[in-house]
C-alpha cells in the first residue's frame, strides 16, 4: 500500500524575477515499510523533495499525498499539526537545542502531545533506549559525540511514533564508525518496528543499506 | 596593514536591523544631551546678557536680588555725583534709578496667571541698555502712564499688544510699543517711567541704580570712595554682567545638574546597547575575523577595525541627534526667575561649545561601547575562529 | 510551562548580552522613576494642601502686602472660621550658594497658626515656650537634623526684604503630622517682625503678606472668596483668595515648562529601555533561526514560538525593571539629600512604581513583536538553510 504518493509535482524558486525549477513533474510512490535512498548529485533537488515529502515546503504543483492525507492542502497550522504526529525528521547537523539536555531534547516534540509528565518520560526513555543512549540522559549536546548527538536527533525522530521517517544525510557529517552505527539503528527501526524511511544520501555506502533507491538528476527522477 | 575603512561601513549596514537600532538609542541619548546643555546655554544667555560689562550695578548689601534690593533716593542721588560715572551728549549723568515690582497678567495659551516684572526706569535708561529697540510702536513718554513691553510679554501674555491696556493698584497704563532686547530676559519685562510707577504701587524706595563709568577699569575707585561716604555704606557695587551671571548660577546650575544626571544615566544605557550591538557583531564574525587574521592582518588592525565602527555608529548617531536638537531652537519656554520672581522666557540655544560636547560625548560613548567587544575581537586566536561554526 | 523554561534557559545563553541589557533596562527604569519623583516633589506643595484653606494675598503679586486690620474684618466673613497670617521673610543664612542654607524663613502667628495647620505637631512646652519669646522660632525636624539645631541656638539672618540683622533663638522643633509636611521651614513671631522693621522703616509696619482662612465647609469656599474679593475690589490693596490648592499651583505652574521638558524625558527613557532590548531580543532570535526552524518542524505552531520569544523578553524586562525599581530608592534619596530645601518632600509614588513596571513589561511586549513576526513568516527551509 501507497504510504506517500506524488502526481506531477513540481517546485521552483524564484530569485529576484527569475524562476529557477528545482523539481520537475515527479510522480512516484513510497510504500509502507519502505527503507528508500534518494541519490542524485549536489544541486539535484533531492532536499527540496525531502522537504516535500516532510511537510516543511509546499510544492508549486501537482498533487502530494501523505500517510492518506493530501498535505498540499492543509493549512500552515493543520500542517504543523500534521507534522507532529506522523514525521520523523533526522538532520544532516543533528539541529539539537544546544541549552536542552539529551532527555529533554527527545521530549520536545511530546510537548505537544496530551501525554502527561510521566508518560512522557517513558516514551523518552524507550527511545533513548532503542538508540542505546539512556545512560547519556542527563548530558547537553556539546558534552555528546557527533554520533552519539544523532542518535539523541533520531531517538527525537521516533519518539512520537510516527509512521514516516525523513532523513537528509544523517551520516554526512559523521566518521565512517559513528556512519556506520546509524545506518545499523536506521535498518533496525526498519526491520523491527517497521518505520517507513525516506533518506537523501550521496555517500553510496548509505545508500547500499536502503533496500531501493531512486536517483535525482536536474530535477527529474530516473 | 590597515583594514579598509569600508569594511566597517559594510559591517553595519549589513547587520541593518541592529545597527539601526543602536543609531536610533545613541541619537536619543545625544538629542537628550544636546538639548539641555542648549536649555542651559539658553537661560545663560538669557539672563547673562543681559548684563553690560561696562555697567555697574548698585543694590543694597546682602540683597540676593534685585527685587530684594532697596536703594533710597538719597543714596541714589549721591551716587550720581561720583566723578567716574560718563555723562551723555546732554550732560547728565549716565545712570538709571529703577523699582522692579512683579504683578500678575493672564497668559494667553493657559489663562492662568503668572508673574511678570514691571520695571520702572530714568530717562537715562535707553543708552545704558542699548541691546533694547523697539520693534515696533514707539517708545513710551516719560511723565506719562504709557509702557513698552519686551517681545516675550507680548507673545505670552493676554492683551499685551500696542493699544491694550495694563491694570495694576488701581492705576492704567496703555501700551505704546513692543520691543526686542537680543533675547535677554529684558524682553521678559514691561518697562514705564520710574517716576510713575512708584507712586503707583505705592513704594518710596528703588531696587537698584545702574550707571555707566567713564573708563570700565574705575570701578575699584567708585567702591572705594562709596564705601567711605556713610550714607551710601549700605550699597553695594557690581559689575552688571556679573551681577545677572551670578543671578543666573542657581537656575542654570540647577538645570545642569539635574541634566548632568538624566544624561550620565542615559549614557550608560546607550554604552550598554553599543556593547550589546558590538559583541554580536563580533561572534557573527567570528570566521570573518580569522579570515582576516590568517591574511596577515595584525591583532591591533581587527581592534581598530571594531573600534572604528563602533565610534562610526557613535558619531552618526550624534550629529542626527544634534540635528534633532537643533530643531528645539524654535522652541522657547518660559519658567520661573527666582532672582525676579516672575517669568523668564528663554531659548535652546545652539552653539559651537554645544555641538562639540555632544560629539564628543557621542564619541566617548562609541569608544567605551566598542572597546571591550574589539578587545575580545582582537584576542581570538586564528584557528579556533576559522573552527567555529 | 516546558516552553517557559526553554525560554529561561535561553536568556542565559549569551549571560552578557543578558546581564548588559538587564542593566540597561534597570537604570532606564530607575531614571524613568526619577524624574517622576522629580516632577512629583515639585508638585509635592500641590498635594499637600488643604482643602479647607484658602488664602488672601495682594491682587497684583505676592511682593505686595495687606494691611494687618483686614484681619478682624476676615473673621467676621460668614463661613469663615479662623484666620492667620504670615509674611515671607527671605534674608541670606551663612552662604547663600550652599543650597542646604536657602530654608524657607517665614514670620506666622503662633496664637492662630497652629488650629489652622493641625498637620505641624509642636509639644505644649515648647509651643508655650515659642509664645513667651519675642525672637522666639521654631524649625522643622529635617531642618534641625540638617544643620544640627538644638533648642535654645541662636540662628543669625542677614535680612534682604527686611533689613537688618537678626537672631532668632530656637524654642521648638515641629514634627509633620506624615510624609507630605515641609519639616524644612523655620518659622517665627510676625509681631517680632512687625516691631523690628518699625524701628528703621515706620512705614511698613502693619503688614501681612498674606491671610490664612479657614473654611470647613467647602460649598462656601467660592462664596467666601467673591465676598473678600469685592469687600476690597476698590482699595490700593485689593485682594485674591483662591484655595490653597489654587495657591501654591501658581507657584508651580511657573516652572511649568521645565517640568514638561522632564516629562516628555520620562518618555524617551521609555523609548530607550525599547530600543535596547529590542536590539537584544533581535539578536537572539537571529542567532537561532535555524533552532526555531527545527522546533517548526517538529510541529511547534506560531504560538509557541511566540511564547518562546515572548517569554525570554518579558523575563528580561521584568527583572530589569524590578531591578530599576530597586534603584529607584537611593537614587531618590540622593537627589533628596543634595536638594533639602528645594524639594522638602521626595517620595516614590505608587503611580510611579506602576508605570515603571507597566512600561517595562509594555517594553518586554513590543520588543518581542517584531522578532516573532520574523520567525514567524519564516519558511522553515530558509530557517534550516541559515547557518547560525
Known amino acids: ?222 | 596593514m590597515k583594514i579598509p575603512l569600508s569594511y566597517s561601513w559594510r559591517s553595519l549596514w549589513t547587520r541593518r536591523l541592529t545597527t539601526i537600532l543602536t543609531l536610533a538609542g545613541i541619537t536619543l541619548v545625544a538629542f537628550v544631551f544636546a538639548a539641555i546643555l542648549m536649555m542651559a546655554h539658553g537661560v545663560e544667555v538669557a539672563m547673562v546678557d543681559s548684563g553690560s560689562d561696562d555697567n555697574i550695578i548698585a543694590i543694597r548689601k546682602s540683597a540676593t536680588s534685585e527685587l530684594t534690593s532697596q536703594v533710597d533716593r538719597e543714596s541714589a542721588n549721591i551716587l550720581k555725583t561720583h566723578g567716574e560715572i560718563a555723562h551723555g551728549a546732554d550732560g547728565k549723568p549716565l545712570v538709571t534709578s529703577d523699582v522692579l515690582v512683579v504683578i500678575n497678567l493672564f497668559k494667553k495659551v493657559s489663562h492662568d496667571l503668572s508673574n511678570v516684572s514691571v520695571r520702572g526706569l530714568s530717562p537715562e535708561a535707553t543708552q545704558l541698555r542699548p541691546q533694547v529697540k523697539l520693534s515696533s510702536g514707539r517708545m513710551f513718554q516719560f511723565g506719562t502712564h504709557e509702557v513698552i513691553v519686551g517681545k516675550s510679554v507680548s507673545q505670552r501674555f493676554d492683551g499685551c499688544e500696542i493699544g491694550g491696556t495694563i491694570r495694576f493698584m488701581a492705576s492704567e497704563w496703555l501700551i505704546v510699543g513692543v520691543f526686542d532686547a537680543d533675547g535677554t530676559s529684558f524682553e521678559s519685562e514691561i518697562w514705564s517711567d520710574v517716576e510713575q510707577l512708584m507712586p503707583a504701587v505705592g513704594r518710596p524706595i528703588f531696587n537698584s541704580v545702574t550707571m555707566r563709568l567713564t573708563d570700565p577699569n574705575q570701578l575699584d575707585a567708585l567702591k572705594e570712595s562709596v564705601q567711605k561716604d556713610p550714607r551710601t555704606q549700605s550699597v553695594d557695587l557690581k559689575r552688571e554682567k556679573a551681577f545677572y551671571a551670578e543671578q543666573s548660577k542657581n537656575l542654570a546650575g540647577f538645570i545642569r545638574i539635574l541634566g548632568t544626571i538624566v544624561t550620565v544615566i542615559f549614557s550608560i544605557g546607550a554604552i550598554v546597547g553599543a556593547v550589546i550591538t558590538m559583541y554580536a557583531a563580533v561572534s557573527n564574525r567570528t570566521v570573518e575575523i580569522g579570515t582576516l587574521r590568517s591574511l596577515g592582518f595584525q591583532r591591533r588592525s581587527i581592534l581598530s577595525a571594531f573600534l572604528i565602527e563602533s565610534t562610526l555608529l557613535a558619531v552618526i548617531g550624534g550629529l542626527a541627534g544634534i540635528a534633532l536638537a537643533s530643531l528645539m531652537s524654535f522652541v522657547r519656554i518660559s519658567t520661573v526667575n527666582f532672582g525676579t520672581f516672575s517669568e523668564l522666557a528663554f531659548g535652546f540655544e545652539l552653539s559651537g561649545q554645544v555641538i562639540i560636547s555632544t560629539l564628543i560625548f557621542a564619541v566617548v560613548m562609541g569608544f567605551l561601547g566598542g572597546f571591550l567587544p574589539a578587545v575580545r575581537a582582537a584576542r581570538l586566536s586564528i584557528v579556533n575562529a576559522l573552527r567555529s561554526s | 510551562m516546558k516552553v517557559l523554561k526553554l525560554a529561561i534557559k535561553n536568556s542565559f545563553r549569551h549571560s552578557l548580552r543578558t546581564i548588559l541589557t538587564i542593566i540597561g533596562i534597570s537604570i532606564a527604569v530607575m531614571s524613568f522613576g526619577f524624574i517622576r519623583t522629580v516632577v512629583t516633589a515639585w508638585n509635592a506643595g500641590v498635594a499637600a494642601s488643604a482643602s479647607n484653606r484658602m488664602i488672601t494675598s495682594h491682587s497684583v503679586s505676592i511682593i505686595f502686602t495687606l494691611p494687618i486690620s483686614y484681619r478682624d474684618q476676615l473673621l467676621k466673613v460668614p463661613g469663615v472660621s479662623g484666620v492667620s497670617y504670615g509674611n515671607w521673610f527671605g534674608g541670606v543664612y551663612k552662604d547663600p550658594n550652599d543650597f542646604k542654607n536657602f530654608f524657607p524663613r517665614i514670620a506666622i502667628d503662633p496664637e492662630s497658626f497652629f488650629s489652622l495647620y493641625p498637620e505641624f505637631i509642636l509639644p505644649e512646652d515648647q509651643l508655650a515656650a515659642f509664645k513667651k519669646d519675642r525672637n522666639a522660632c521654631i524649625v522643622g525636624q529635617k531642618l534641625a537634623t540638617e544643620h544640627g539645631f538644638k533648642i535654645g541656638d541662636i540662628i543669625t539672618v542677614e535680612g534682604d526684604i527686611y533689613p537688618g540683622t537678626w537672631d532668632f533663638v530656637v524654642r521648638g522643633i515641629y514634627k509633620g503630622r506624615d510624609a507630605t509636611v515641609d519639616e524644612t521651614q523655620m518659622l517665627f513671631q510676625w509681631k517680632y517682625l512687625d516691631e523690628k522693621v518699625g524701628q528703621t522703616q515706620p512705614g511698613r509696619t502693619g503688614q501681612a503678606g498674606w491671610y490664612v482662612l479657614n473654611v470647613q465647609n467647602a460649598s462656601d469656599l467660592a462664596t467666601v472668596a467673591k465676598t473678600v474679593d469685592d469687600m476690597y475690589a476698590n482699595s490700593r490693596a485689593s485682594t485674591k483668595t483662591q484655595t490653597e490648592k489654587a495657591w501654591q499651583q501658581s507657584f508651580v505652574s511657573m516652572s511649568s515648562a521645565i517640568l514638561t521638558s522632564l516629562t516628555v524625558m520620562s518618555y524617551v527613557i521609555i523609548g530607550i529601555i525599547l530600543l535596547v532590548l529590542t536590539n537584544t531580543i533581535v539578536m537572539a532570535t537571529r542567532e537561532r533561526i535555524r533552532e526555531y526552524a527545527v522546533l517548526k518542524t517538529l510541529g511547534f505552531s506560531g504560538r509557541h514560538i511566540i511564547a518562546l520569544i515572548g517569554g525570554e523578553s518579558m523575563l528580561i524586562a521584568v527583572a530589569g525593571g524590578a531591578f530599576g525599581l530597586l534603584l529607584t530608592f537611593p537614587a531618590t534619596g540622593g537627589f533628596a539629600k543634595a536638594f533639602p530645601t528645594w524639594f522638602p518632600i521626595v517620595v516614590v509614588e505608587p503611580l510611579t512604581i506602576a508605570l515603571a513596571v507597566a512600561s517595562a513589561i509594555v517594553a518586554g511586549i513590543v520588543a518581542a513583536l517584531f522578532p516573532s513576526m520574523r520567525i514567524l513568516r519564516m519558511k522553515i527551509v530558509d530557517g534550516l538553510r541559515t547557518i547560525g
Open chain 1, 1 to 222: 500500500m501507497a504510504l506517500v504518493t506524488l502526481e506531477n509535482v513540481s517546485k521552483s524558486y524564484w530569485r529576484d524575477s527569475l524562476e529557477i525549477p528545482v523539481l520537475r513533474n515527479i510522480s512516484f510512490e513510497i510504500n509502507e515499510g519502505e527503507f528508500l535512498g534518494l541519490m542524485g548529485p549536489s544541486g539535484s533537488g533531492k532536499t527540496t523533495l525531502l522537504n516535500l515529502i516532510a511537510g516543511i515546503d509546499r510544492p508549486s504543483s501537482g498533487r502530494l499525498s501523505v500517510t492518506n492525507t493530501e498535505i498540499n492542502k492543509l493549512s500552515e497550522s493543520e500542517l504543523a499539526k500534521w507534522r507532529s504526529k506522523n514525521i520523523g525528521f533526522v538532520f544532516q547537523f543533528y539541529n539539537l537545542m544546544p541549552v536542552l539536555t539529551a532527555f529533554e531534547n527527545v521530549e520536545l516534540p511530546l510537548l505537544l502531545s496530551k501525554l502527561d509528565k510521566k508518560q512522557r518520560k517513558e516514551h523518552v526513555e524507550l527511545a533513548l533506549e532503542v538508540v542505546g543512549l539512556k545512560d547519556r540522559m542527563g548530558h547537553y549536546p556539546k558534552q555528546l559525540s557527533g554520533g552519539q548527538e544523532q542518535r539523541v536527533a533520531i531517538a527525537r525522530a521516533i519518539v512520537t511514533d510516527p509512521t514516516l521517517l525523513v532523513a537528509d544525510e544523517p551520516t554526512g557529517d559523521l566518521d565512517k564508525v559513528s556512519a556506520e552505527e546509524i545506518l545499523n539503528l536506521l535498518e533496525r527501526l526498519n526491520s523491527e518496528f517497521k518505520k517507513t524511511i525516506v533518506m537523501v544520501t550521496h555517500d553510496p555506502r548509505a545508500a547500499e543499506r536502503a533496500h531501493k533507491s531512486r536517483h535525482l538528476d536536474k530535477g527529474e527522477l530516473s
